[in-house]
């Protein structure tokens, strides 16, 4: 009863393991991540895949955590054991790093959504991590927000590890081009009511550029005060949250003018994406998220991986393959390049950027 | 009937089928969620001691887990202390830090103390989060080694794990049983029941809650240990008020203040919890309200439920013989 | 001097609860306090037994200073008290009630506890069988195992009595011991009370019965607004002009 | 200079909105004594709520409020006398957890109905008001008179008529309050239904500073049950104040201390007023 | 007035009133007398809806009062003055008391003149009236309960051993406003120990025992008989 995906009886099920945030404060973040995962078995569970002549269809097993690590670690077991999935998807770091403890031992991969680069770096062989590594954004984002509005930037980040990571990120990259770091402090978009006492000091500095983010209503919010407080630089949209997004709240681009971001989906134009978008809009009636583009993507890689293993169970096999499944991959699914996976595990993603400019939104090409 | 089911008996069978369970199961997934299942019990037996036997609910109690835990987790990975010194440690630690602040903590009553402690957690977690060059905020922090071997034995194992954890719950229960039946424990219900009327019969009601409330930090600290060293990777949500919560379902479901009531609780919370999976997103949708009906239904929890045969059965007796006084 | 307050005043605010009042209980007599509602009685208890700090004044017993001793340290020196308004473990036996009242003579401690030591083991027997001691005492031993709640006003009171007994006092405050008692069994009462005293316990209690007190008492003191206005043997109370007009009325029969 | 009378408004406003949550549970927490953590779930409806009447119902704001109002009023009546009702002379604990409960079980049902995602609130009164250098918008006016107009209210209410008194008359003396023709149960479900009332108020006029989500509710419940407790429990002035002690540390902490370690600065703040004064600022009488 | 017909209250099993049969006629004092815990007050709470009989019927007048709730038992005009008191510790004496007129909340100048009396009956009161019910002395409090009572200007008053704690000279004056308080037409029925006081006043009484009505009739008649002279008396 756990399924989804609609695999009958007397067919080969391949089991597909994950374990998030589906209930509490971070389900809605669960909730795409799961999204992207059901829609691309379902799609795939139409014909299933051949290997050897047999036939295979996809099972996705789905188990909540509630965002913690204890529950993930007692999810992955029950993975591993009752249904014997090669893989696990778990889209936070907690969840990862409770997984790693035996994931080697017990034999799966770990699908890690989360862009922390620690959790591939610890060296466990079955990891891997899916959404691209900040860094290729920095320098475009800070080259773009410096020309156009000034040298001086007060960093605003989500006290998420995410948003603190990004933020020390970027700071020397801002300074080491002659920049300024006027301010700089966290917004804790699950405990701040309001978020005038932040921006006042913030401004108080008189920065050209604020780099925020997090979800991306909450950092719209965010934007919508800062204009209200009179500031009218611009923004560095940490890639968490998509302008399209931030658009719904703020009511136009016009006052998000000046920003530079994560190309959202919609906008993307990468092969695979204008069809995802209308398939992934007319099946769950909300607008498409990266989360669910990059989810969608892999289990098409891990498809196509399994087929050149000629193997759906043994975790190490398939793992040695995800470089053939990325290459493999076909174009319509490609929702975004990822043309390699590195040594340490980590998907190495072609970043899009988008910027406001005059109330749109323009593509930026990536330094 | 009354007699099967009273609490000792009911202790010393959940007892057995525990030292049994994994030959009864060979499934790693049961062992593991009944491990740390066992290591909450070791949480709520100290929990129950201060809120249960002597009447002062403490909000800290994941705070001082997750105390326990850390202590463990940055002894190990980051002072490099080997694994005994450092679960040896840990619980001291608590101790230490629950001795100082229970000092001004317990200046407060009821409502207050509650709420006290409360700010108290909430401050817990927000240290861990914040203070992230010790603790690696909400990275968290990984690497934590699993228990060193003591000779010949080894808890690499799953199965060995849930002995080692079993061996510190059954250390917990002895400990508990002993102190609730002692003159002590006596000490700590009359608190309870009437703080006013204890100092009044000599009983030093501060050295009193002190002790129980030390105690129970002691015992909450052992349990962050044991999680740290099982689970091995350690993350800020561990000290959050959602934990607190779970472990104050646990004891009232299972029955404050009662010996088995702790391990009734959690096993039964742990086990709905885990069934209603299938629900996914919408558990919680179920879960809540049958935790809501529980109560309702069973106010002095499941133990308290059975306790309750003795007591009617006393009670009849007793009406007989009033109403025999009576005619 | 046995007890002895020098002094003694409590403030509630600008209200003079207990106006320096020079008290002292004479050992192995039965002592009574009587006055009008809000004399300032069950206050003058209140302070003695550390209950209240005293805003000023002096409380001596046996040659110390108890004055700012808390309420714990005071009746391990042996002073016990009832309150007026009945105070009991509700949820707990009779038995249970009295057995934590010799807690303060043990030593046990945690570590007793889980190596349930030898120390403990005699303890535990010397609580409990003070604990039927004094319940044969009081006449509750038939009623040992009942729940507090589900007992009678005047079999409360008794284990008060027995309460305050097994902590080994030798002076017992008693705060209306028999209000809400019928007469019959007020007078059983006063017999606990006259044998209490026999056992060489000095008694000091408050009541608005009487004829109890005046058959009672050894020695009264009389207190009005606060302040002592009068103290003596039952007969010199009786006679005690100020006495009548404050408290006692036409009748003193009640 | 305009730097702390800025965060002076600021703390200003945070602390109306944490004082109006507040005075809701200052009632069913601060003198009936339970302690509703499913309070923050009625706080959360009372947002969705007003929003879908907005955006779904095209009614005016104010409108979408009073309907607010009488939904969650009725929630809060029936959590009453389903839940609380029954559990009524059983140990408080069993309250707290079956508060829990109804609190899993709302945000799992808004969820369900609304889905996980953020909504915005649109408010009529988002104009911004620039004066000698400092920015306020009338949203935010709005929530400080309407802290200060409910406590003055809330206060009147409960100390000068029958209805408020026997609510208090109850909380003090259930049989005592039966003895003089006070009718408990429905006291009960009033001081549920004003409970729930204040909460969708506190929400309504909460939301367009923030977003509406199902977790909406921890944001402030947490820190409204703190500042009861610090306000002597029941006193509604002590409410209001320890809301603005609150709201000030916050936004003085963030800006002359540490932003990132605000909270830390106000929780510990709190702690040291209890440890000084372990009944809170304003309890009354000795008892 | 008042009548109760075969009543029968439990505790769980136990019965602590059985059978139960008492009858008061407008305008009379009756009183209850016997031992601790033989019943009176378990009587009182079950004519004031606090408790539900098991069996049998209550009559106030014409209406059946048997298991209705208490609020609409005191708006009939039954009220009790309770054993323990119950009072609001937390509110004033002068918020108790005016919690006393509730059931007539809605006339206020009765109310005030009502309030007068009760300071008249204890001058006291009026001197604590901006004082805390729960700091007053046991005696005030006592006074405080008697006066809320009276604030609901009952028909039938319920008082349950006023004179518990109150000084003699007070117990004198308290029987006197009984008499008081009866004379200017509400009917009282009275539980005591203190027989003596009660039984001078009473028109007639019943004698309790385990729950079971032993001995009725006249209070001359009680005053008389040997067993009630020694048992609730004193000899
Ligand atoms: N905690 C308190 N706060 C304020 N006033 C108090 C407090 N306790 C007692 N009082 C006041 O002090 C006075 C003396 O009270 P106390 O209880 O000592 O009287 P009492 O002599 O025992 O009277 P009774 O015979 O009625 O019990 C009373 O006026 C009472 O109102
Ligand atoms: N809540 C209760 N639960 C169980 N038994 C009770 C309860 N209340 C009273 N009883 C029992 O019912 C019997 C009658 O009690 P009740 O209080 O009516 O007596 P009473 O005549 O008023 O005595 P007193 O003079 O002590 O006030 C007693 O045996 C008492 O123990
Ligand atoms: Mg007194
Ligand atoms: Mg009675």
């Known amino acids: 009863s756990n399924s989804t995906g609609g695999a009958g009886k007397g067919e080969n099920i391949v089991n597909i393991g994950y374990s998030g945030p589906l209930s509490g404060s971070a389900a809605n973040y669960g909730k795409k991540t799961v999204n992207g995962l059901s829609m691309a078995i379902e799609e795939i569970n139409k014909e299933g895949f051949k290997i050897d002549g047999k036939t295979y269809k996809l099972n996705l097993v789905k188990l909540d955590d509630k965002y913690l690590p204890n529950e993930t670690a007692a999810n992955g077991q029950r993975l591993v054991q009752e249904h014997k999935t090669p893989i696990i998807i778990t889209p936070h770091s907690g969840g990862i790093a409770a997984l790693q403890v035996f994931n080697e031992q017990q034999n799966f991969i770990i699908g890690g959504y989360s862009s922390e680069p620690s959790i591939t770096e610890a060296g466990n062989s079955l990891t891997i991590r899916i959404p691209p590594n900040y860094e290729g954004y920095i320098d475009t984002f800070i080259n773009y927000e410096m020309k156009r509005y000034g040298k001086k930037i007060a960093l605003i980040p989500p006290v998420t590890q995410y948003g603190q990571d990004w933020a020390k990120a970027i700071a020397p990259h801002w300074e080491a081009k002659g920049g300024e770091v006027v301010h700089q402090a966290s917004v804790d978009f699950e405990k701040d009511t309001d978020f005038y006492t932040i921006l006042t000091n913030a401004l108080n500095k008189n920065p050209d550029v604020l780099f925020i983010g997090g979800p991306s209503e909450s950092t719209a919010k965010l934007a919508l005060q800062a204009r209200e407080a009179g500031f009218k630089g611009g923004f560095i949209v940490m890639d968490q949250a998509k302008m399209d997004e931030m658009k719904k709240v703020t009511g136009s681009y016009e006052l998000l003018e000046g920003s530079i971001g994560t190309m959202p989906i919609i906008s993307a134009n990468y092969p695979g994406t204008p069809e995802f978008i209308k398939k992934y809009e007319e099946k769950f009636n909300i607008n498409a998220s990266s989360e669910a583009g990059y989810l969608y993507t892999t289990v098409y890689i891990l498809v196509e991986a399994m087929k050149a293993a000629k193997n759906v169970d043994d975790a190490k096999v398939i793992r040695e393959h995800i470089q053939a499944g990325l290459d493999n991959l076909p174009e319509d699914k490609k929702v975004y390049e990822i043309p390699k996976i590195n040594k340490d595990g980590g998907f190495d993603v072609n970043v899009r950027v988008g910027a406001i400019e005059n109330g749109e939104i323009l593509p930026i090409n990536v330094e | 009937m009354a007699t099967f089911f009273n609490q000792r008996n009911v202790v010393m069978g959940l007892m057995v089928l525990a030292i049994l369970f994994p030959f009864i199961t060979q499934n790693n997934y049961y062992i593991y969620v009944i491990t740390l299942a066992f290591i909450w019990i070791i949480a709520v037996y100290g929990l129950n001691l201060i809120a249960g036997y002597t009447g002062y609910l403490s909000f800290a109690h994941a705070g001082f887990f997750a105390i326990g835990a850390y202590a463990m987790g940055l002894l190990s990975v980051k002072a490099g202390i080997g694994f005994w010194p450092a679960f040896l440690l840990a619980p001291m630690i608590t101790t230490a830090i629950g001795f100082l602040l229970g000092i001004i903590a317990l200046r407060t009553k009821e409502h207050f103390f509650a709420i006290y402690t409360l700010c108290v957690g909430y401050i817990i977690y927000l240290v861990i989060d914040k203070w992230d060059r010790l603790t690696e905020g909400p990275r968290g922090l990984m690497g934590i080694p699993s228990p060193a071997n003591i000779g010949p034995i080894s808890f690499s194992t799953p199965v060995s794990q849930y002995y080692f954890v079993l061996f510190f719950l059954l250390l917990t229960i002895f400990v508990m049983f002993r102190i609730i039946n002692s003159l002590t424990g006596r000490t700590f219900l009359a608190v309870r029941n009437s703080e006013i009327l204890a100092q009044t019969i000599g009983v030093s009601t501060i050295r009193t809650k002190l002790v129980s409330f030390v105690l129970s930090t002691f015992f909450a600290g052992l349990a962050g240990a044991l999680y740290a060293c099982f689970l091995r990777f350690l993350g800020p949500q561990i000290s959050s008020t959602a934990i607190m919560f779970d472990l104050l379902a646990y004891l009232i479901v299972g029955g404050i203040g009662t010996l088995s009531g702790p391990i009734i609780g959690t096993l039964l919370i742990v086990f709905i919890t885990q069934k209603l999976q299938f629900l996914q997103e919408y558990r919680m949708l179920l879960f809540g309200p049958i935790l809501t009906l529980i109560i309702i239904f069973s106010p002095r929890g499941i133990a308290g439920f059975f306790g309750n045969w003795k007591s009617i059965r006393k009670e009849k007796r007793m009406i007989l013989q009033k109403n025999k006084k009576a005619a | 001097m046995y007890l002895e307050t020098k002094k003694l005043t409590k403030k509630f605010g600008g209200l003079l609860a207990v106006n320096e009042v020079d008290f002292s209980i004479k050992k192995g007599k039965i002592n009574a306090i009587i006055g009008p509602n809000g004399a300032g009685k069950s206050t003058f208890f209140n302070l003695i037994s550390g209950f209240h700090p005293p805003s000023s004044g002096e409380i001596i017993f046996k040659g110390t200073d108890i004055t700012k001793l808390p309420s714990n340290k005071i009746a391990t020196l042996g002073i016990a008290r009832t309150f007026q308004t009945t105070n009991l473990f509700e949820g707990s036996t009779v038995f249970d009630n009295v057995v934590i009242g010799h807690r303060l003579r043990t030593k046990s401690n945690l570590f007793d506890a889980i190596f349930k030591t030898k120390r403990l083991k005699q303890e535990e027997e010397k609580c409990k069988e003070k604990a039927l001691e004094v319940l044969q005492l009081v006449g509750l031993a038939k009623t040992a195992d009942s729940l507090v709640s589900n007992i009678t006003q005047e079999e409360k009171k008794r284990v008060a009595f027995a309460l305050a007994l097994a902590t080994d006092p030798e002076l017992v405050f008693l705060d209306e011991p028999t209000a809400g008692v019928n007469p019959d069994e007020t007078e059983e009462l006063s017999l606990l009370i006259e044998k209490m005293a026999g056992k060489g316990i000095t008694i000091c209690l408050i009541e608005h019965k009487m004829k109890m007190v005046m058959k009672l008492a050894d020695n009264i003191m009389v207190l009005n607004y606060g302040e002592k206005i009068a103290e003596g043997l039952p007969e010199e109370i009786n006679n005690n002009e100020a006495v009548i007009k404050a408290y006692l009325g036409g009748s003193a029969s009640a | ?287 | 007035m008042l009548e109760l017909k075969n009543v029968t209250v439990k505790y769980g099993k136990f019965a602590a009133v059985e059978q139960l049969n008492i009858r008061i006629e407008k305008g009379e004092i009756v009183v209850l007398l016997g031992a601790n815990g033989a019943g009176k007050s378990t009587t009182f709470r079950t004519i004031s809806g606090l408790t539900k009989p098991f069996s049998g019927e209550i009559l106030f007048g014409e209406t059946s009062i048997g298991g209705m709730s208490p609020d609409k038992i005191v708006q009939l005009g039954v009220v009790q003055c309770a054993e323990d008191r119950k009072l609001f510790p937390q509110m004033t004496v002068y918020e108790n008391l005016i919690m006393g007129a509730y059931v007539h909340r809605k006339k206020k100048n009765e109310r005030m003149k009502t309030i007068e009396e009760v300071y008249h009956l204890f001058p006291i009161l009026y001197d604590k009236k901006n004082d805390m019910a729960g700091s007053l002395s046991g005696g005030q409090q006592q006074m405080v309960a008697i006066g809320r009572a009276l604030m609901a200007k009952p028909k039938l008053m319920l008082l349950d051993e006023p004179s518990i704690g109150l000084a003699p000279l007070i117990v004198e004056q308290m029987f006197e406003s009984i008499q008081q308080i009866n004379k200017e037409g509400t009917t009282i029925l009275l539980a005591e120990q203190n027989a003596n006081a009660a039984l001078s006043i009473a028109d007639k009484g019943y004698v309790f025992e385990n729950g079971r009505i032993v001995v009725e009739g006249s209070s001359e008649n009680l005053f008389c008989n040997e067993e009630v002279r020694k048992a609730y008396i004193g000899a």
């Open chain 4, 1 to 287: 200079m305009v730097l702390f009378v800025q965060q002076l408004l600021n703390g200003l406003t945070v602390g109306s909105v944490y004082s109006l949550v507040a005075l809701g549970l200052t009632l069913v927490y601060g003198i009936l004594h339970i302690p509703n953590f499913a309070h923050g779930a009625l706080y959360m409806v009372g947002g969705y709520i007003t929003l879908t009447t907005m955006t779904h119902f095209g009614f005016h704001y104010l409108l979408a409020i009073a309907v607010s109002v009488l939904v969650v009023g009725l929630l809060a009546i029936l959590m009453e006398r389903f839940v609380y009702h029954p559990l009524r002379g059983t140990i408080p604990i069993n309250n707290m957890v079956a508060a829990i409960g109804i609190l899993l079980f709302l945000e799992s049902l808004a969820q369900l109905i609304w889905g996980p995602d953020y909504h915005h609130m649109p408010t009529p009164y988002s104009q911004v008001v620039n004066v000698l250098g400092l920015t306020l918008t009338m949203q935010r006016i709005i929530i400080v008179i309407a802290a200060i107009a409910i406590m003055i209210l809330l206060n009147l209410f409960l100390k000068k008529t029958f209805l408020g008194r026997s609510i208090i008359a109850m909380s003090q003396n259930r049989e005592g309050a039966f003895l003089v023709g006070i009718n408990a149960n429905k006291v009960a479900m009033l001081t549920f239904f004003i409970a729930g009332a204040l909460a969708a108020i506190a929400a309504s006029l909460t939301s367009p500073l923030n977003l509406v989500f199902p977790g909406m509710g921890h944001l402030v419940i947490l820190k409204a049950f703190v500042i009861i407790i610090i306000g002597g429990m029941g006193s509604i002035p002590g409410a209001i104040i320890a809301g603005y002690i609150l709201g000030m540390s916050e936004s003085f902490g963030a800006t002359y201390i540490a932003n990132d370690y605000k909270d830390i600065i106000a929780f510990v703040l709190l702690i040291i007023i209890l440890s000084i004064k372990p009944q809170g600022l304003f309890t009354k009488g000795a008892y």
